[in-house]
């Protein structure tokens, strides 16, 4: 069985197809607002979307380790807090316990009611990748 593939846009990977239009205005915005040229704006672009998905991980997992730590289910809160550290060290924050306001307020905002683990969708960028090269799927 091979590695699941992500969508891609222009030869970056996103998370969901839906997310090109998005991407493609961001792009516009800094080529022609920020008068960069148009390999810079989509690079600008890209990098902008990723941030804000590891933002969205960042906060639903800070939200998940706080309900499974109220409810007392310690293994839930490990799952959510390793998630959440490397959400947070992608976002090239190290203080775990006082997230940057952006990551706050997406956890406020956020409708998720989480007590169970659940996986958020931008933990793909803050994942660790398999080694390329490495035969995946063997039985040898």
Known sequence: MGQKVAPQWKGREILDPEDEKD???RSAI???SSKL???EAEEKAHNDYKRDKVIESAAHHLKGLKAAHAVGDI???RKHGICY???MDELGHKDLLSPPDEVTDKAKNSGDEIHHFKSHKADYFTLPKEA????QG???
Do not use: I, M, Q
């Not at 390329?132 to 035969?135: F, R, S, T, V, Y």
């Open 37 to 39: 040229p148009r390999h």
């Open 85 to 87: 550290k490397l959400a």
């Open 132 to 135: 390329e090269g490495e035969n």
């Open 75 to 77: 293994e839930t809160a």
């Open 30 to 32: 800094h080529e022609f």
């Open 138 to 140: 063997s039985t040898d």
């Open 23 to 25: 991407l493609e205005v």
